[in-house]
């Protein structure tokens, strides 16, 4: 006789169980995001943001398929919820014009607890590089990030795609603890600035089995960074994977910490590279570096580290790189060179504590590959192709 006063229990318990997660499940499009790619959906995703920030609990925004036209958003906490998921079914498409923007596009920032999921991000970049003239002049206006993440802590980005941004797809900036997994990051090669992800003043960031191909570096890794792991990263084209630039600016903060492996380098004008430059107003260390396991096919320069860097015509050499590296180690790294210098060590201030181990790099061409280097004395360790420098 009491069996039925129980079932009854459970099925309300369940009943209310149900609404409960129902009532932490926001979808884009019931606040009248249309996804048909004419309309502009930024206030409504906006505003499924700001419902989903302010539920307690775990909550899921889900942006079904569609493709969203979109201008500048912000998706800014702290929220209520202990997790937010943004799940990304669709396509996020940027507006055209450059007047509506500042520095990025996309922006998600002062959160604790947030997941990024699938979905692609649309840049659609390619009208606005004329008007990048970065790469020719040092006061140059800066084109709009498609995401950026800014002041959040333990979040998780995985399955995303951003395709043809108008500067940087990724950057992150004053994030902790971040992992990055499973990103397709495409733009064409001589696209301008298109850096896969940037990172800075940002500690324990996490980047595993993404593909990049793009116009400049893959991964480029900031001033004031520690605790930047990486593995197995496919990057080319581009312009590899950079520690920098580093001291250019009044200010600029360490960079610690650093491990990068298994990481396959294709038809990329460099592998591995530190790169500050001359005539720093901060004096700063870049300490603590691993790379290892690495490929290289057809890349102009391997390994490098240039304290010469400098991308315009006219460049003053008037003093050494106020940056001091030191304990860095590239282990295990092999594979084919477009040019004959393979290792190209060149320091400023006397670099400390370099270690090359198992290095094998040939030249792809006539002749062999050789090393340079400057200010540099290393540890050579097992087999050494090329020679290492007198």
């Known amino acids: 006789m009491e069996a039925r006063p129980r079932l009854l229990l459970v099925v309300v318990a369940v009943a209310a169980a149900v609404s409960a997660a129902g009532a932490n499940n926001f979808n884009a499009k019931n606040y009248g995001a249309k996804g048909n790619g004419v309309v502009d959906d930024t206030k409504p995703l906006m505003a499924a943001w700001k419902a989903a920030c302010q539920t307690a609990g775990a909550v899921t925004l889900v942006v079904p398929p569609g493709s969203y036209h979109i201008g500048p958003?912000?998706?800014?906490g702290p929220c209520k919820a202990s997790s937010l998921t943004f799940q990304l079914q669709g396509t996020l498409k940027a507006a055209s014009d450059l007047k509506r923007f500042g520095n990025d596009w996309i922006e998600f920032g002062w959160t604790n607890g947030l997941t990024v999921v699938g979905g692609t991000i649309d840049g659609q970049g390619a009208a606005s590089w004329p008007f990048n003239k970065c790469p020719v002049r040092k006061d140059c206006k800066v084109l709009p990030t498609s995401v950026l993440f800014v002041n959040n802590q333990n979040t998780v980005v995985k399955d995303l795609t951003s395709v043809n941004p108008k500067f940087f797809h990724l950057a992150l900036l004053s994030t902790k603890n971040i992992k990055l997994m499973n990103l397709r990051i495409t733009a064409p090669g001589n696209s301008p600035n298109t850096d896969g992800i940037h990172i800075e003043r940002s500690a324990g960031v996490f980047i595993t089995?993404?593909?990049?191909?793009?116009?400049d570096d893959c991964i480029s890794i900031g001033q004031g960074n520690d605790n930047v792991d990486v593995a197995r990263v496919h990057c080319g084209p581009g312009h590899g994977m950079s520690v920098g630039s580093l001291g250019r600016y009044v200010g600029e903060g360490d960079v610690t910490r650093v491990h990068v492996r298994d990481m396959t380098f294709e038809g990329t004008t460099n592998g591995v590279r530190i790169k500050t430059w001359e005539n720093s107003p901060t004096k700063s260390n870049a300490a603590h570096f691993t790379f290892e396991?690495?490929?290289?096919?057809?890349?102009?320069?391997?390994?490098?580290?240039?304290?010469?860097?400098?991308?315009?015509?006219?460049?003053e050499h008037k003093f050494?790189?106020?940056?001091?590296?030191?304990?860095?180690?590239?282990?295990?790294?092999?594979?084919?060179?477009?040019?004959?210098?393979?290792?190209m060590l060149r320091c400023g201030v006397p670099c400390q504590g370099l270690v090359?181990?198992?290095?094998?790099?040939?030249?792809?061409?006539?002749?062999?590959?050789?090393?340079k280097c400057e200010n540099a004395k290393a540890k050579y360790v097992g087999y050494m192709f090329p020679k290492p420098c007198p």
């Open 320 to 343: 050494v790189s106020g940056v001091t590296i030191k304990d860095v180690t590239f282990r295990s790294i092999k594979g084919t060179a477009t040019t004959p210098v393979a290792v």
């Open 356 to 371: 090359l181990q198992d290095i094998d790099l040939k030249f792809k061409g006539q002749g062999t590959t050789s090393s």
């Open 73 to 76: 958003v912000q998706f800014h």
């Open 293 to 315: 396991g690495m490929t290289m096919k057809d890349v102009q320069n391997p390994i490098i580290i240039d304290q010469k860097y400098c991308p315009y015509y006219n460049c």
């Open 209 to 215: 089995d993404t593909r990049i191909s793009t116009g």
